[in-house]
């Protein structure tokens, strides 16, 4: 079964730092691994998703790198905006690698970004 | 393009009454799925269509949960008799064939508080 965990749970950094949101998984046959955000009192917005075959995938100034052998996954955010502020998931397949949505999600991290 | 449209945003409902959810997804998509969501943690499956057959439903509680998604587009999941462990967020969501490297594409949820 796989358990996806992400540390750490809250971040509260000053306007323009760069950060590192970690995820660990312990199933590590999986064919990519997803990163989204979630705002307040809305759904989820998908922000990356890493093929197993790549090692990072980038996107303005979020960039995503996956370890399948060590089971982790980090995000990168660059220079951080108080839009930043929201929770961070990271999602991966069920264990057995067929992922056809089926996917098992961290806990979140939640991240504020002050001006 | 018009996203995953859900309703009610919010329902409170004593325990042991029964409640329904309803969910629009993207035109075109053939996988659906529902998400539990418990305040704090990550989304859970409940359950997964493709058309209107169910692919995964083993992580349902058949007891209380039942869904169904006729004609292979808008989908309800009801819940009879509620208990207060089932306040949550429940979230649909879509893909368009459910391919592994397809964006999985949330709506805003339905926040439900059993009293």
């Known amino acids: 079964k796989q358990e996806v965990t992400q540390i750490p749970a809250a971040l509260s950094v000053p306007e323009g730092e760069n950060l590192v949101l970690n995820c660990s998984f312990t199933?590590?046959?999986?064919?990519?691994l997803q990163w989204f955000r979630q705002d307040p009192g809305k759904g989820l917005t998908s922000l990356l998703l890493?093929?197993?075959?790549?090692r990072e995938q980038t996107s303005g100034r979020l960039n995503a790198s996956l370890d399948k052998s060590s089971g982790r996954s980090t995000l990168y955010i660059a220079a951080s905006q108080p839009g930043d502020s929201a929770t961070y998931l990271c999602?991966?397949?069920?264990?057995?690698?067929?992922?056809?949505?089926?996917?098992?999600f961290g806990q979140g991290t939640i991240l504020t970004v002050h001006p | 393009e018009a996203g995953v449209a859900q309703s009610p945003r919010y329902k409170i409902i004593e325990k042991r009454q029964s409640v329904a959810f309803w969910c629009n997804p993207i035109?075109?998509?053939?996988?659906l799925y529902w998400y539990q969501q418990i305040l704090g943690q990550g989304p859970k499956l409940l359950i997964q269509?493709?058309?209107?057959?169910?692919?995964?439903d083993s992580q349902l509680p058949k007891d209380r949960f039942s869904a169904e998604r006729l004609k292979g587009v808008d989908s309800t999941l009801k819940i009879q008799p509620a208990k207060l462990e089932d306040s949550a967020v429940y979230l649909c969501?879509?893909?368009?064939?459910?391919?592994?490297?397809?964006?999985?594409?949330f709506g805003s949820g339905t926040q439900l508080s059993v009293l």
């Open positions: 969501a879509s893909k368009l064939e459910g391919r592994t490297n397809e964006k999985l594409f």
């Open positions: 199933d590590s046959a999986i064919y990519n």
């Open positions: 890493i093929q197993s075959s790549q």
């Open positions: 999602a991966a397949p069920n264990a057995g690698g067929t992922s056809y949505g089926k996917l098992t």
């Open positions: 035109s075109g998509h053939a996988t």
């Open positions: 269509f493709q058309n209107n057959g169910v692919v995964d």
